[in-house]
């Protein structure tokens, strides 16, 4: 009986929440922010982008070969490269690789033939022994 008497007169007993976080709050120190609309919406805001990119970064992690496949997004990945076919900037354009390397070799050949001719090139500089690759 003590007991539940000591209960009934506990402040807990009789405090509301609204005075709680009212002590509560004055018990806080340093420099506050006032939370204002905006202020909550721009805190809110940055803590889903950070929220994001945390699981961004959490399934970048776990990102395994089997988890690939099994998603079935390899399949996007292979169609979109399929499409990248006239590209001029892909490193993999072999058409492009072609004609930099025939005007590379041409260039070695006729700086070949500056210093075989004693500095001018032969009258035709088409009779080089490399042929140029015709355009296709």
């Known amino acids: 009986m003590a007991e539940k008497a000591l209960m009934d007169k506990s402040p807990l007993k009789t405090l509301t929440l609204e005075e709680f976080l009212e002590s509560e709050r004055h018990r806080l120190t340093g420099t506050l922010t006032p939370v204002t609309p905006e202020s909550f919406a721009k805190w809110k805001k940055d803590r889903i982008d950070k929220k994001a990119a945390e699981e961004q970064a959490r399934q ?3 990102a395994t070969g089997r988890a690939l496949f099994e998603s079935g997004n390899w399949r996007l990945d292979e169609e979109s ?29 006729d700086d070949r033939l500056i210093q075989l001719n004693g500095g001018a090139l032969p009258a035709d500089p088409g009779a080089s022994e490399v042929e140029p690759a015709p355009d296709t």
Not at 95 to 104: F, G
């Open 81 to 109: 490269e399929d499409d990248d076919d006239g590209d001029e900037d892909d490193p993999w354009n072999l058409a492009k690789l072609r004609k930099e390397t025939e005007a590379l070799r041409q260039k070695r050949e």
């Open 60 to 62: 970048a992690k776990e």
